[in-house]
């Protein structure tokens, strides 16, 4: 994979692997440097590390950038037109989606990250659907024979995140009876859907970063390392950015996790009217909910008017 400067000529390009390297040797040089003080040491370290970690992202966002601009979207498209030509391109979509222009582009960087392996960093405010667009990404991917596998990372306890994520072997802790896969095994070929990364400890992002970076884990108890072939996509709720300058979050994990970024409107900015498309649908709606909640159904009218937006916030007075 090559590094081309924009407007330069072909004999410019610098291979990537070769640059890591020499960033790799001038880190060397630099741990075992005697005539500087150990202060500057550390910052050049940290330095040379950091352009590192920016030269991977970047081989990693070319090729998601061969992928977006091999179809284009033209721009004076109205946000109805973009929409319509989501749907012929055969966007697999669960559920339905209006018109807003930061959803359809929220779309359509999730309809070309799709068809890669990159990872994949949503972020949104509660209730906007971020796992409804990461079942989105994994539908219209590769791997949408294979196993889907959603984590509510803020919903594990810290001394229960290593078993639950990598599996454990029989014995390795007080409870531990059999061997047990963990959700990265059980993701293997597919997707796992990490939500709530922002609560992961920053004990389970360092084991999270290495499964980033070898794609290998080892179950609790074993020093057996598994090989996991596993499409990562992440949510949040939170500015993960902020939190990696505020020391809890590692800020080489946010840049690995967020090769791919997508951030999704708050409901609030999604005033587009709702329009039940038949009389059909809104009777196999209520009805579903009501059998869910054990209550009669309403009878509808034959043609439902508009809906309003039903996210809105009014003062109260």
């Known amino acids: 994979m090559k590094l081309f400067n ?29 005539k500087l003080e150990r202060t500057e040491i550390e910052k050049l370290l940290k330095q040379a590390t950091t352009l590192r970690d920016e030269v991977m992202q970047l081989s990693h966002k070319e090729r998601f950038v061969q992928a977006a601009v091999a179809e284009p979207v033209p721009a004076d498209l109205a946000p109805r037109e973009r ?32 068809p890669t392996d990159l990872p994949v960093l949503i972020d949104g405010e509660s209730g906007t659907g971020k796992e409804l667009m990461a079942k989105v990404i994994h539908a219209n991917g590769s791997r949408t024979d294979k196993p889907y596998i959603s984590v509510n990372c803020g919903a ?19 409870g531990a009876a059999n061997d047990r896969r963990g959700k990265f ?55 993960l950015r902020r939190l990696s300058e505020e020391g809890k979050f590692r800020e080489d994990l946010f840049y690995r996790l967020s090769v791919i970024h997508v951030t ?33 159904h309403p009878r509808l009218p034959p043609r439902p008017g508009p809906v309003p937006a039903p996210y809105s916030r009014r003062p109260r007075g």
Do not use: M
């Open 6 to 34: 924009q407007g330069g000529s072909v004999g410019s390009a610098i291979s990537y692997a070769g640059l890591i390297e020499k960033i790799e040797i001038l880190r060397s040089t630099l741990r075992w440097a005697s």
């Open 264 to 296: 999704l409107p708050p409901l609030r900015e999604r005033r587009t009217p709702v329009r039940w498309r038949s009389p059909d649908r809104a009777t196999h709606c209520s009805s579903h909910r009501c059998r869910a909640g054990r209550c009669r």
């Open 185 to 239: 095994e059980s993701a293997h070929t597919g997707t796992i859907f990490l939500d709530e990364i922002g609560e992961l400890p920053l004990t389970g992002q360092v084991k999270l970063l290495r499964v980033l970076e070898s794609h290998e884990i080892q179950r609790v108890g074993s020093d057996e390392t598994i090989t996991v072939d596993t499409r990562i996509v992440a949510a949040t709720n939170r500015d």
């Open 156 to 174: 594990i306890p810290e001394n229960l995140l290593e078993s639950e994520l990598f599996g454990h072997k029989k014995g390795a802790f007080t």
């Open 83 to 114: 929409r319509q030509a989501l749907l012929e391109r055969s966007f697999v979509f669960e559920g339905t989606f209006g018109d807003n222009p930061k959803l359809l582009e929220a779309l359509e960087i999730a309809e070309k990250a799709a």
